[in-house]
């Protein structure tokens, strides 16, 4: 089972819920860490202790992902946004392009910073229904330098059940829902996440790279926007985010140790079918995008009537519903389910909803 911190039902869309037994051993390393009568905050980074974390960080997202050491881990600052620029700067060569998918506001900025940098050749778009549907059937240019798409669309709750056979290098924005379900991860080339959605404290993002894909831009590189940078410096060759890590290496090590991504995702599809058979059922709401390609991370859902809106806003309170406010593009509510949150939040949710059925419709 999965506790929580309270009884708040914390339903935020990032940063997220984490585990109450890391929140506890995270506070514990602020004053004391691995009994070294020292804060992990006043280390340093090149210290026994802390290298261990990193070391442990790193390999647990290989154990998770179950892949070789053909990849290498690396934990970067600057967020999910900072890859927006690091992948077209360290896999696009100069006359070459990129292939992308647009499902959203984050795939857009990724497509926008990629342009800068060299050609870009969107292969498929869903923002003719606003980003409501994950586009199928589009073709990836054989002769592409790679493709990128994003899993789980956090802002308008669509997700992609299943992936393309990339004849190029796949690469995956999979902030917001890394680790929450089962994915063949060697049919991907480079997969990032932004620790805050799914895995961690803001402040860290997570790279996997497969080692041959690096080194072939035909750049003049920057260290710091430089993946092999970062690799040959183990994730140290500046002073690394180290609490961020730290509560994500834990977070993961609690994830592995609890059963895997086997278990979670098993947990996750729980939750999610709970809430959208609500969301079927209730003549209060309505779900926002086409059913296949619904989110099992953020369940998006308007009030049938626009001022329900207010009155469901004040029983929610009563239920210590924390965070199902829409996303200002979207309206309406989002339910954020990543992997901490309890079922029982979502019961919390579904009984709320109900209640607001027999009040009011
Ligand atoms: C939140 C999010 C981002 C942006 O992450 P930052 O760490 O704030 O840069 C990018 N992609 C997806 C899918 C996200 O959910």
Same mark, same amino acid.
């Given at each position: 089972m999965i506790a929580t911190s309270t009884k708040i039902h914390n339903f935020s869309a990032g940063p997220g819920i984490l585990p109450i037994d890391v929140l506890k051993q995270a506070s514990e390393a602020c004053i004391n860490f691995d009994n070294m009568g020292l804060s992990l905050l006043e280390i =340093?980074?090149?210290?026994k202790n802390f290298i261990a974390v990193m070391d442990e960080a790193r390999q647990l997202v290989k154990d998770l992902f179950e892949v070789g050491d053909d990849y290498e881990v690396m934990y970067l600052g600057g967020g999910a946004s900072m890859q927006f620029a690091m992948v077209p700067y360290n $896999? $696009?060569?100069?006359n070459g392009t990129a292939a992308y998918l647009n499902t959203g506001v984050w795939a857009s900025k990724a497509i926008k910073e990629a342009k800068i940098l060299g050609n870009v050749n969107v292969v498929a778009s869903s923002e003719d229904k606003k980003f409501t549907y994950i586009p199928k059937g589009y073709e990836i240019p054989k002769d592409a330098d790679y493709f990128h798409c994003t899993s789980n669309n956090t802002i308008y709750g669509?997700?992609?059940k299943a992936f393309p056979k990339s004849p190029v290098p796949m690469v995956c924005d999979m902030s917001s829902d890394l680790f929450s379900r089962k994915v063949n991860a060697k049919d991907f080339s480079l997969i990032y996440a932004g620790a805050q959605k799914n895995m961690g404290p803001a402040g860290s993002t997570m790279i996997m790279v497969k080692?041959?894909?690096?080194?072939? =831009?035909g750049r003049k590189m920057l260290s710091m926007l430089d993946y092999n940078v970062h690799i040959k410096g183990e994730s140290m060759f500046n002073t690394p985010p180290v609490f961020p890590v730290y509560v994500s290496m834990l977070t993961l090590r609690w994830l592995k140790q609890n059963g895997g991504v086997e278990w979670i995702e098993k947990i996750n599809q729980a939750k999610a079918d709970a809430l959208y058979n609500e969301i079927d059922r209730n003549s209060c709401f309505v779900g926002t995008v086409a059913k296949e390609d619904r989110s099992f991370m953020n369940v998006c859902f308007l009030p049938t009537k626009p001022e329900y809106e207010a009155e469901f806003d004040k029983l929610a309170k009563t239920y210590n519903l924390s965070g199902i406010k829409g996303h200002r593009d979207v309206g309406g509510y989002r339910a954020s389910l990543y992997n901490a949150l309890p079922l029982e939040s979502v019961n919390a949710l579904v009984e709320a909803m109900k209640e607001f059925e027999s009040k009011f419709a």
């Open positions: =340093s980074h090149r210290s $896999l $696009l060569t100069q669509t997700q992609m080692k041959d894909i690096l080194g072939k =831009s």
